[in-house]
């Protein structure tokens, strides 16, 4: 009998974590190299959120087990987020709070996914929705959105991949990995195939809600079209805007079954998630805003030196995405090309293989993001880096021989 569980051979490690990783030990051995692998922002937690979370250890408030999802000052400040950003109304009732987004994602599918039933995932995907998806017991069901849509899927294929299995579509705008984002028409076109199929649930992923460019307005799916308000799981987390992604603080408002489901499941595995940290989110949500759209002038910058720089790199191509703090360039045009090591290029795992050999630029190809060939950069780093990184990747594609 094998000890480990068949589960686990539906699933693989994290490609975003593995390449951080192997960026981290090449460092730690001596070499060069940048690290564009990571999908967190480069800039430290604000103040007054740190100094809320010291008051609440030094008040004795972080030192005890609290509600399984969530202290009662927590979900009322998310649900004046919801109301105040997404014209959302949500009672504490309807709110979940876990360990991340991620959690939260992970303990809606175990709490709703029966073996075969499908979920609707557009490609490019994020890392985790697949997975989670087959450890749960359900089948991942993705449609490709291809470069010439700005990665985006059309309401036809949307309508096409659902079928009488299908139990949910996760839906993520602004993406990552492309940072695409669906503007109010075309989020508008894939609400109305929902409303055509009452019996599918939308797990809407706005993680990077706050983080666009250019004017583009967020809206948020159940915002738009209320009559998914009842089978609409609204995501969204303090990792990304706030700067939190070691907090581990991630929420959703939904239909209280499902709220009251996901609390059993956390009830017998994490309990909650930790009290300081939920403190810390109280004063992120309430407290002041205006590091956000600083944040974001520099994102913009940074995303337009990447969009910038990449399309002179020979056979690259980047479309300039809405949101997020990533870019998805095709290398499609370097596919069959040769490598300084003598290696052929044949996907863009071998791309990416290649660029960190030869130049120490670690990027994540985009096959583990279910479209390739491709790669993704996170350009949540240092701008002196990134262009450096630029740089590297121009001479890395100058260097590659017919
Ligand atoms: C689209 C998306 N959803 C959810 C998450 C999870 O965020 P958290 O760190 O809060 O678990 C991430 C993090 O990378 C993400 O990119």
Known sequence: MAFLADSLKRIKPSATIGVTDKARALKAAGRDVIGLGAGEPDFDTPDNIKEA??????????S??????????????????????NGLDYQPSQITIGVGGKHVIYNAMMATLNPGEEVVIPAPYWVSYPDIVMLAGGEPVCIEGPMDRAYKI?????????????????????SNPTGAAYSRDELKALTDVLVKHPHVHLLSDDMYEHLVYDDFEFY???????????????????SKAYCMTGWRIGFAGGPEPLIKAIAKIQSQSTTNPAAVSQWAAVEALDGPKDFIPKHNKVFKERRDLCVSMLNQANGIKCPTPEGAFYVYPSCAGTMGKTAPSGKKL???????TELLEAEGVAVVHGSAFGLGPAFRISYATATTALEEACRRIQRFCGNLKA
């Open 346 to 352: 044949a996907n863009d795992e071998d791309f990416v």
């Open 220 to 238: 948020s799916p159940a915002q738009l079209e209320p009559s998914l308000y009842e089978r609409t799981l609204t995501l969204n987390g303090v």
């Open 64 to 85: 005890k087990y609290t509600n399984v999802d969530g202290i009662a000052e927590l979900k009322a400040a998310v649900a004046r987020k919801f109301k105040r950003e």
């Open 53 to 62: 979370a010291i008051r609440a250890i030094r008040e004795g408030r972080a």
């Open 154 to 174: 059309s309401a036809e294929q949307l309508d096409r991949a659902i079928t009488p299995k299908t139990k949910w579509l996760i839906f993520n705008s602004p």
